[in-house]
C-alpha cells in the first residue's frame, strides 16, 4: 500500500470516528491491518501506526489499532511512539484516572 492509500485508510477510519461510527471503524482496522499483518507486510502496518492521528479518533478505535498490532509489537517500530500519543490523547480528554485500565494488556 502506497502513502497515499495509507492515508485514504487513515481519513476514512477517522471520519467514521466524527460520524460516531465506531463499529465501522473497527471493523475496518481488524479487516485491513490483520490482512496486512497476515501477507507479512509489517513495514507498511509501520508505517501506517507512524501516521496515525490519535487525536481524531475515539478512544475504542485509538486501542484498536494498539489491540490488532500487539502480537507484532517487537517488529514495528513506529508502534511505541503511537502507544504514547494515545496515552497524551487520553489525558486531553480527561481520562487519566482510567487510562492504566483502558491500556492494561497493551503496551
Known amino acids: 500500500m502506497d502513502d497515499a492509500a495509507l492515508d485514504l485508510f487513515r481519513e476514512r477510519v477517522e471520519n467514521y470516528c466524527a460520524s460516531g461510527h465506531t463499529s465501522c471503524a473497527l471493523d475496518m482496522i481488524y479487516d485491513v491491518v490483520d490482512d496486512m499483518l497476515i501477507d507479512g507486510q509489517t513495514e507498511t502496518v509501520n508505517r ?12 475504542a478505535t485509538m486501542l484498536g489499532f494498539l489491540s490488532i498490532t500487539l502480537d507484532d509489537a517487537s517488529r ?14 487520553l489525558r486531553r480528554r480527561g481520562e487519566q484516572d482510567r487510562m492504566d485500565d483502558l491500556l492494561r494488556g497493551l503496551d
Open 48 to 59: 501506517l501506526l507512524g501516521r496515525l492521528r490519535a487525536q481524531r479518533l475515539d478512544i
Open 76 to 89: 514495528l517500530p513506529a508502534r511505541p511512539a503511537y502507544l504514547q500519543a494515545v496515552r497524551d490523547d
